[in-house]
């Protein structure tokens, strides 16, 4: 028996490896695309730092599973196993 699938709707999902190697401007591409509403320039200056600490964390990693993947949620980056 398993339990119940957990369904995350993210605006840019992808392996922490294709992350550390994906231009900033391809994943701030796909933010701006999946945000629903006005983008303003406080909200895209927020996801290029958020984008900028994110990478640089996950660079810092020694072993970071290929499996893992990183996930942005509206306005918030996560990380989390997959």
Do not use: N
């Amino acid at each position: 028996m398993t339990g119940p699938s957990v369904h995350i709707s993210a605006y840019y999902s992808a392996p922490v490896d294709r992350l550390l190697t994906t231009e900033p401007y391809h994943v701030l591409g796909a933010l701006a695309a999946a945000h629903s509403h006005d983008l303003d320039v406080e909200q895209r200056q927020a996801w290029e730092e958020e984008l900028l600490v994110l990478k640089a964390a996950l660079t810092a990693l020694t072993g970071t599973p290929s499996s893992w993947s990183s996930t942005f949620l509206a306005s918030a980056a996560v990380s989390m196993p997959c």
